[in-house]
């Protein structure tokens, strides 16, 4: 079945769909890093070459949206440069800290471009992300297997840390971890550890509701369900069981039923308000107390991000990551939270720099899927990029979710279109015919 999807691809459309059903190899030979920061680039560079010695092609307009992304992620790069200036870092930094922009926040804007310029047949992406979950399946049989005869779980280091990247878990292949507050296993599959899966496992399933092809569409659903379940991530099993009611409920606003339903379910929760009050503060405290070292630690860096970011530098930032004290395991300031690492790297300039793209996509789409399927995939991506920019720093695991900024992209695209379409008169099919 696969075959035919791949009739007739161009090269830009085998890349994204080798890109994603080679993740594993990939992770085996530690290269999972390089290859979803390099995929991007890649493409794009087939592309220029194609739109270079091709000069009569004739391709429609990058939506105002795309636009949007682009810009605010090359003021990204502005802030960057100009807190390096601020605290004299030299010149090696900046350029050490352009290359790790290009392989992060960068990505954002350019697979969102990617998906809104390329003539992608979108199939491709819901189907190698269903024989991701796939692999991820047989992956967890395999690794599975492996704990319970007693092997490690840590296997080796890719020579291939020598690239450079944010550490060495980048390059490391491992079957499972161990939990060292329960001394249960813990899977982390593919991403450099177990919250990252738990982010991407939310975004396979988005991605994996899309295929038309049934058998697929449960086997990714199901991989994507037991990537969630087996990382253990706190925000990932939050999201991904909310996600798809969420998207519901926002893609039918304009449904009188809906608003119906949802002021009755107001007034449930308001009359034993103070009882179901308590009783959700005691659940959210059992959640933090299931792994207590790492909610003092993020409590602890966003504190003193906060701190230092308000008192040091408000508007540009530090330029940089900064070891933090004992009492946060050393770990760097700026990392843990996106908007935390944001303010205290990049300033209010780079905290807006995603906030503004993040939140005009978010009203776009909030008014384009009331009546769009096309958009409610997409709705649900945001919801998740938004979410997990608390738990997580967005840019430096963009080169895992990279399909899904792909997908957003392909579906500001297309909504686009259809909109110049009604505007000049003509359905899309009749475009088309």
Request: proline letters at 5%.
């Amino acid at each position: 079945m696969s075959k035919k999807i791949l009739d007739r691809t161009t090269l830009e459309e085998k890349l994204v769909w080798y890109g994603l059903i080679l993740s594993y190899p990939a992770y085996a030979l530690g290269a999972m890093y390089i290859l979803g920061s390099l995929i991007g680039w890649i493409i794009l560079s087939v592309y220029l070459l194609r739109r270079f010695l091709d000069v009569d092609s004739q391709n429609a307009p990058l939506p105002i949206l795309v636009w949007v992304w682009v810009l605010g992620m090359l003021s990204m790069e502005l802030a960057l440069v100009q807190g390096h200036l601020n605290y004299d870092l030299g010149l090696a930094k900046i350029i050490k800290s352009t290359i790790g922009w290009a392989k992060g926040w960068a990505l954002l804007a350019l697979f969102i471009a990617l998906g809104a310029v390329l003539p992608l047949k979108r199939a491709i992406i819901p189907r190698a992300s269903c024989v991701i979950g796939l692999h991820s399946l047989i992956f967890t049989i395999l690794s599975a297997l492996a704990f319970i005869v007693g092997l490690p779980g840590e296997i080796y280091v890719s020579p291939l840390k020598v690239v450079g990247g944010p550490g060495p878990e980048y390059f490391e292949l491992k079957l499972f971890g161990i939990n060292p507050e329960t001394g249960l296993p813990r899977w982390q599959y593919f991403a450099p550890w177990s919250p990252a899966i738990g982010l991407q496992s939310c975004m396979l399933l988005i991605l994996c509701l899309q295929e038309r092809n049934l058998t697929w569409k449960c086997l990714g659903v199901l991989g994507s369900f037991t990537m969630c379940c087996l990382a253990q991530s706190r925000a990932g099993w939050v999201i991904f069981f909310t996600i798809l009611p969420m998207v519901f409920v926002l893609s039918r606003l304009h449904d009188p039923k809906i608003l119906f339903a949802t002021a009755v379910a107001f007034v449930i929760v308001a009359l034993p308000g103070q009882v179901l009050i308590e009783q959700l503060q005691e659940m959210y405290q059992r959640i933090k107390e299931s792994r207590p070292d790492s909610t003092r630690v993020r409590g602890g860096l966003a504190n003193l991000a906060v701190q230092r970011w308000t008192s040091e530098a408000p508007l540009w930032g530090h330029g940089i990551v900064e070891p933090g004290p004992k009492y946060v395991e050393r770990m760097m300031i700026g990392t843990h939270h996106s908007w935390y690492g944001l303010l205290f790297v990049k300033g209010l300039v780079g905290a807006l720099s995603l906030a503004i793209p993040l939140f005009i996509t978010a009203v776009y789409l909030l008014v384009k899927a009331q009546r769009s399927k096309d958009a409610r995939a997409a709705l649900g991506i945001l919801v998740v990029l938004t979410v997990y920019s608390f738990f997580e720093n967005l840019e430096i695991l963009a080169y895992l979710y990279w399909p899904a900024l792909l997908w957003l992209g392909a579906s500001l695209r297309v909504c686009d279109e259809k909109e110049r379409d009604m505007n000049s008169g003509f359905t899309t099919s009749e475009v088309m015919t």
